[in-house]
């Protein structure tokens, strides 16, 4: 095993979820489906650097929503609860660093997941980047969006495993090199 973490997030998948703390086994029931409704990323400065929508909304919409939620978080002071009530919906975000994390789930839905949920794709994009800033996330956006859709599908955690996601990206990635024996062939 990885870490605690790992075999707490992969046990999720099957209805329950669990992990070792200090020593503990701890097991939690989840009676329901978990689905976020959007993910943001966005500075301390108010500059959206990653949208990820799971419902269908317009644009104007989604704009609102945007500058709503960006002028909410902003606002709060940082030894405020990471957790609000907006609208039907819970906020849940999270700040590492210069960038916010925030995402929108249902009212029954657990916040405590939610921030599991952002923390893990967190350590993830650390993975990849090698302690991620907000620069990798402006210049390599595409390589964000992947790894947020091989975590999540349709609002849902798809994979939980570090390992199994970081290794579709390496694999996505072996993909998209280009092959040396290809360019060093002579064209005539």
């Known amino acids: 095993m990885d ?36 993910m943001l990323l966005f500075s301390r400065q108010g500059k959206l650097r990653l949208q990820k929508w799971y419902v269908p909304l317009s644009d104007k919409e989604k704009k609102k929503i945007t500058r709503e939620l960006v002028q909410t978080v902003l606002a709060r002071k940082p030894k405020m609860c990471s957790f609000l009530e907006w609208r039907d919906l819970k906020i849940v975000y999270k700040r590492y660093a210069s960038l916010y994390f ?71 990635d072996l993909l998209q090199e280009p092959r040396h024996e290809y360019f060093n062939v002579p064209v005539y």
């Open 102 to 172: 925030c995402c929108a789930i249902e009212d029954q839905d657990n916040e405590l997941i939610t921030l599991e949920i952002i923390h893990r794709y967190v350590e993830l994009l650390d993975k990849y980047f090698g302690s991620v800033c907000e620069l990798d996330i402006i210049f390599n956006f595409e390589k964000a969006y992947f790894i947020l859709d091989e975590f999540l599908l349709g609002g849902e955690a798809q994979e939980t495993s570090k390992k199994n996601v970081l290794k579709a990206i390496e694999q996505a």
């Open 3 to 38: 870490g605690w973490m790992d075999g707490w997030m992969d046990g999720w998948m099957d209805g329950w979820m669990g992990g070792w703390v200090d020593g503990l086994l701890l097991t939690i029931g989840i009676t329901s489906s978990f689905q976020m409704q959007f």
